[in-house]
Nanobody, 126 residues
Framework: QVQLVESGGGLVQAGGSLRLSCAAS????????MGWFRQAPGKEREFVAA????????YYPDSVKGRFTISRDNAKNTVYLQMNSLKPEDTAVYYC???????????????????WGQGIQITVSS
């Protein structure tokens, strides 16, 4: 069982920055691809970012590319999401997710991930 706990959420003005952290309990954290997803009311869960096991590869959709940066510190069992130039449309509950089993699914497919954090609210005011 892998437990994921997000922190760092809150309210920020448009143009501001926040950094989310996700602390993992997994014994083999360095073996997991990690991802961030978000979900706004009435919307489907949306891929935000992912990072490979070693941190050598990162992935972003066009909606956040150039503004968000995912990183990880395997020694601390933690993955981060740095969010800059925030926009009101970034408002959502953000979820940290772990991919612990090889599935062949695309990196942005939420079904690839088998463990999820509880979610944390990000609100960007205009």
């Amino acid at each position: 069982q892998v437990q994921l706990v997000e922190s760092g959420g809150g309210l920020v003005q448009a143009g501001g920055s926040l950094r989310l952290s996700c602390a993992a309990s997994g014994r083999t954290f360095s073996s997991y691809t990690m991802g961030w997803f978000r979900q706004a009311p009435g919307k489907e869960r949306e891929f935000v970012a992912a990072i490979s096991r070693s941190g050598g590869s990162t992935y972003y959709p066009d909606s956040v590319k150039g503004r968000f940066t995912i990183s990880r510190d395997n020694a601390k069992n933690t993955v981060y999401l740095q969010m800059n130039s925030l926009k009101p449309e970034d408002t959502a509950v953000y979820y940290c997710a772990a991919d612990t089993v090889t599935s062949g699914l695309r990196i942005g497919n939420s079904r690839r991930y088998d463990y999820w954090g509880q979610g944390i609210q990000i609100t960007v005011s205009s």
